[in-house]
């Protein structure tokens, strides 16, 4: 979502970064910029200003003009204020004994997906989630979250009642009876705000006594998500946001707005259309993204979500062991798949931002390596060394790929597995040209080393 912002971000400050030594001629050149970054990205005026004054401010201070590295600084200097201005922490869900969650929103908001996501969240954090359907206003609404529930494994209670609020207590009712833990109450919205919807959204909150009221916003909307966040503010007091479709190509500006202008914090995001695809949202982590810093945490805790235990420690083995099969580039390739699109895992790199640049990563490239995998028999993924040519031209037939393709896969895990079995004998790979460490020298380094002894003589 954030890679127009983030081009421009890198660009006003990439010049700052490389100087000695700044002057305020060229701060103000690199605050011009940001605003205008800020400005296209959509975010609300009023937080840009205040954004670039308190960023000036600091930049043309002692501690970073007379830093050894004052561009490095003002880069900080940046990413923190990035970080106050999206909420600094992580703000969690409040749980009791019987928890219950409101979600509110416009229609067209994700409210329905965004049930389901948070139910799966929370049953996978040892939670007994339970699913309100209360949105009465949009046709096949319940049917939709029910089919959800069933994805999901989570109880989904309607009635055919056309009282939102008689809907609300009898599904609290039935979801304390049933043991559960925790209820997510699903509203109706519309597609603009008005006191009928306000009213009704009123009225369901009383009866449900909600524990947490979460904004569904959609961060496709821009600055007018913002507009929706203020109204909803001032009638129904809302305790965070969650945003949804941040995988989208919108500019940024309502995650940048929301906690300024509400002063409520952003809770969650939804960064996909799988189920699983809803993240804790971490201000320092996406101020990082933005700057093209990468997310090394979100990206450890996505691989250890992906990887089951077991797999694991079976992997971690045959690494040890210098083994890399085909068996185990498809784990591999299942587990980097559950960790969403290539290009968004490649970014979350340190460096590798500025590397991808607007290179096209193309998904369906390892779907293609993957067919090539799945078109050999289970003894030759087992034991590559036995495919010869004639099983290269029929794995080639059978996966819809050329001879040299499937060369260049087996080239690729002979590497790979060269490469393991250097690291478990605990020595780095060799780079091209360069010997690694530990081995024994080569012929050019044993006649320099005689050369040397020789010279060594004549003295």
């Known amino acids: 979502m954030f890679d127009s912002l983030s081009d421009k971000l890198q660009s006003a400050l990439g010049d700052l970064r490389k100087k000695g030594k700044l002057d305020e001629e060229s701060i103000s050149r690199a605050m011009r910029e940001i605003r205008l970054a800020l400005l296209e990205a959509d975010v609300n005026f009023t937080v840009v200003r205040d954004f670039v004054a308190r960023v000036r401010e600091r930049a043309i201070g002692e501690d970073v003009l007379k830093s050894l590295t004052p561009g490095q600084q003002v880069v900080k200097v940046v990413h923190d204020e990035l970080t106050q201005l999206m909420g600094e922490g992580e703000s969690g869900l409040a749980f009791g004994k019987f928890t219950v969650i409101l979600l509110a929103g416009l229609q067209g908001s994700g409210k329905t997906t965004t049930a389901a996501k948070?139910?799966?969240?929370?049953?996978?954090?040892?939670?007994?989630?339970?699913?309100?359907?209360?949105?009465?206003?949009?046709?096949?609404?319940?049917?939709?979250?029910?089919?959800?529930?069933?994805?999901?494994?989570?109880?989904?209670?309607?009635?055919?009642?056309?009282d939102a609020v008689e809907a609300t207590r009898?599904?609290?009712?039935?979801?304390?009876?049933?043991?559960?833990?925790?209820?997510?109450?699903?509203?109706?919205?519309?597609?603009?705000?008005?006191?009928?919807?306000?009213?009704?959204?009123?009225?369901?909150?009383?009866?449900?006594?909600?524990?947490?009221?979460?904004?569904?916003l959609d961060a496709m909307t821009g600055q007018e998500a913002v507009n929706v966040a203020e109204a909803f503010e001032e009638r129904i007091a809302f305790d965070g946001v969650i945003l949804t479709k941040l995988d989208g190509d919108s500019r940024g500006g309502a995650a940048l707005s929301v906690k300024a202008v509400t002063g409520k914090p952003i809770k969650f995001a939804s960064t996909g259309e799988k189920l699983d695809a809803l993240e804790a949202f971490h201000p320092d982590r996406m101020a990082s993204r933005i700057l093209g810093m990468g997310d090394v945490l979100t990206l450890i805790e996505r691989a250890e979500a992906a990887v089951e235990e077991d797999e694991q420690a079976e992997m971690e083995k045959r690494m040890r062991a210098g083994q890399f099969t085909f068996d185990d580039f498809l784990s591999a390739y299942k587990m980097l798949r559950r960790m969403g699109p290539l290009?968004?895992?490649?970014?979350?790199?340190?460096g590798m931002d500025a590397s991808i640049g607007d290179v096209d990563i193309d998904d369906n490239q390892l779907g293609r390596v993957e067919a090539i995998v799945l078109s050999m028999t289970p003894q030759e993924r087992r034991s590559p060394i036995v495919i010869d040519g004639k099983r290269r031209i029929r794995i080639a037939n059978g996966s819809g790929s050329t001879v040299p393709q499937v060369n260049q896969l087996l080239e690729a895990r002979k590497q790979m597995e060269k490469m393991m079995k250097q690291m478990g004998r605990g020595k780095m790979p060799a780079l091209p040209n360069q010997q690694a460490p530990g081995n024994k020298p080569s012929a050019t380094r044993k006649a320099s080393s005689k050369r040397k002894k020789k010279k060594a003589g004549r003295r």
Not at 121 to 138: H, N
Not at 173 to 182: F, M, N, V, Y
Not at 343 to 350: H, S
């Open 343 to 350: 290009k968004g895992v490649l970014k979350m790199i340190p």
């Open 118 to 162: 948070l139910a799966l969240r929370l049953r996978k954090q040892g939670r007994k989630p339970g699913l309100v359907a209360a949105d009465l206003q949009r046709p096949a609404a319940i049917d939709q979250l029910e089919q959800l529930g069933k994805q999901i494994d989570v109880p989904v209670y309607r009635t055919e009642t056309k």
């Open 170 to 216: 009898s599904g609290l009712e039935r979801a304390r009876s049933a043991g559960l833990d925790t209820v997510i109450v699903d509203t109706a919205g519309r597609l603009q705000i008005d006191e009928q919807l306000m009213d009704e959204l009123a009225r369901v909150r009383d009866e449900a006594k909600p524990t947490n009221v979460l904004l569904v």
